[in-house]
């Protein structure tokens, strides 16, 4: 084998290997987010009526679907467990965790015509929007508490540990689209994990085929509509599950049909 052959192995094996590499952590992204058969499942409703939303399983539905006014709206949703087996202990777990940073994955680079292009985005607007908002706001509220007692846990005053939390949220939270460099950063680990809580939304415009939400792996919640207005009822449902309380005035309102 002479030097030149030599030469143009090395360099095929130099920038092949990169790409390889790249390539498979991008078709490993589909395995993350379509993990098989859970190992466990509980199903609810999130019903919309009168300006109200009601958390309730099917079967308290059932009792209450005839008697319901015009316009009331319901949201089949099922919660699925990869982790522990029950899909609330998952969800409590992955977002009431310490992270060092936390991302939220708007959807595809569609969602971006809401602000520019609405009529052409795929889905509603008016819910994605409302359903990123949401999330967002419930992220960043429990890791900014998380930092705040993190900093009262060093000796800091109220005040002190009230900013230190506001800043470390800022510095610590980024947004970004289900790019194709975002499916390869989620397939070879970088986000969704231990250290980086990433919550990926897949509505209409990414093709969405369940009305679920599930954590495929620890620090990756993926919450998945068929319509951009259940992602926001599934945030809801969330919310409900993790017994996240909003400030007064800033919250939805939500009433579960258990007490």
């Not at 009822?233 to 017994?243: F, H, P, S, Y």
Request: glycine share 8%.
């Amino acid at each position: 084998m002479n030097k030149k052959t030599v030469a143009l192995i090395i360099v095929l094996l130099v920038v092949l290997a990169p790409v390889s590499y790249v390539l498979y952590s991008y078709s490993k992204f589909s395995n993350v987010i379509n993990p098989g058969n859970p190992k466990g499942e509980s199903h609810y409703v999130v019903l919309y009526s009168g300006g109200q939303f009601y958390i309730m399983n099917p079967a308290q539905y059932s009792q209450v679907q005839k008697s319901l006014p015009p316009g009331s709206k319901a949201f089949n949703i099922t919660l699925k467990s990869y982790i522990t087996g029950s899909p609330e202990v998952d969800l409590n777990l992955t977002l009431r965790g310490l992270y060092d940073r936390f991302v939220i994955v708007l959807g595809s680079p569609d969602v971006q015509e809401c602000k520019t292009n609405p009529n052409l985005y795929p889905g509603s607007c008016q819910f994605r929007t409302a359903a990123v908002t949401e999330i967002s706001a419930l992220v960043s509220s429990i890791f900014s508490m998380n930092y705040y007692l993190l900093a009262k846990s060093k000796g800091y005053d109220n005040a002190s540990a009230k900013e230190y939390a506001y800043e470390q949220t800022q510095l610590r939270h980024d947004v970004a689209y289900l790019s194709f460099w975002t499916k390869f950063e989620i397939g070879r680990g970088a986000l969704g994990n231990e250290k980086v809580l990433t919550v990926l939304l897949i509505g209409p415009a990414e093709g969405a085929k369940c009305n679920c939400v599930y954590i495929p792996r620890k620090g990756l919640l993926v919450i998945e509509g068929t319509t951009d207005e259940t992602l926001r009822a599934e945030i809801v449902l969330i919310e409900n599950i993790i017994g996240f309380q909003w400030p007064e005035g800033k919250n939805p309102e939500i009433v579960s049909a258990t007490g």
